[in-house]
């Protein structure tokens, strides 16, 4: 069995046990009516590292807004919600059928598939939660409508999933928790990852760090994680921000461009792990996530330190056409905001 299918066997059957009266099967794996959104859970395409190991790229998607139709005071809205509320997925607007769906796309090979799937079933039950308790109040201030639906046979699900409805009361509760994430372990981290490639300088202590990546010729992208700091929704946990400069017109292209970063690396190709959501503010572009505590696990900020790393390398080459060399990490361009 592949490592994908393996993902959504186990996230079907293991951790959602979804009952096969509300779900039915896709193209690519299956979609499921936890309440009255749906969610569908998909391999949508295959790759291999330099090495030759072999990876699937797994999305998950569930249904937010219909009937959207963005306009600049539109995206202003939808911006700041994200900006405020992102977590472990993000939103993407489809202009043809007119809906916004909450997504996450994460890159699984087998040697991560045993923490990675836990992380993908966490993104994923937020999902449900942000979706069934969120969708009417956004679509309120945008103009749109919830985007409710029904099984094609058995129709709309009047009462939500059992299971998921005690799992979403346990995470309230441990949100309630102080941070999981220990002082020492990220003090740590600091000491041995922030003064060598790929952070052009760094500092941190108990409560996080701060790093900057290459950007373009010159400049640098700033990436900062906390565990002081506290989600509207989700508690306590870890924050993760990254900022990079961009060259844009207005405020509304900046939007519009976070949007379109959010289909293309939350929908079709990752860039790092898929879990966030790209924005815009105070002219800059940025990609925000939010961690809560039942996410931790250690050694987990190395990982998201990592793959923040290659966001940042990933958007030098699609925004300034830069890819890292060498060259890249001479100290003297750090805090070049330029």
Known sequence: MSVGQNTLDWLRTDL??????WSEETARGFRWWPHRQAQTLEVIGREARPDGAPAALVLVRTELLRDLDLDEEVLAV????????AGMAGPVYDSDRRTLDLCTLVRVYADIDGWMRRLIG??????IRDADRGAAAIA??????PARSGHPERGARAEPDALIAEALLRLDAEGRAASRWPGDELARFAEVYLDQSPAL???????????EFPHGKRASSLCEVATDQTHPWYGNGLALRQRFPVSVTSDV???HLALELNARALSQTPMGYGFGSFGYQDGALAFQAFFPNPAYRSGLVT???LS???RARMLSVLLTGVDWTEASFDPERASVSG
């Open 253 to 255: 292209e900046g939007r």
């Open 16 to 21: 959602f046990q979804v009952d096969a009266a």
């Open 140 to 145: 309120e201030a945008v103009g749109a409508a």
């Open 308 to 310: 923040c790393a290659e």
């Open 201 to 211: 300088s760094g500092s941190g202590d108990a409560t996080g760090f701060t790093v």
């Open 303 to 305: 990982n998201l330190y």
């Open 122 to 127: 966490l993104a994923a039950m937020l999902q």
């Open 78 to 85: 939808l911006q700041a919600v994200t900006l405020r509320t």
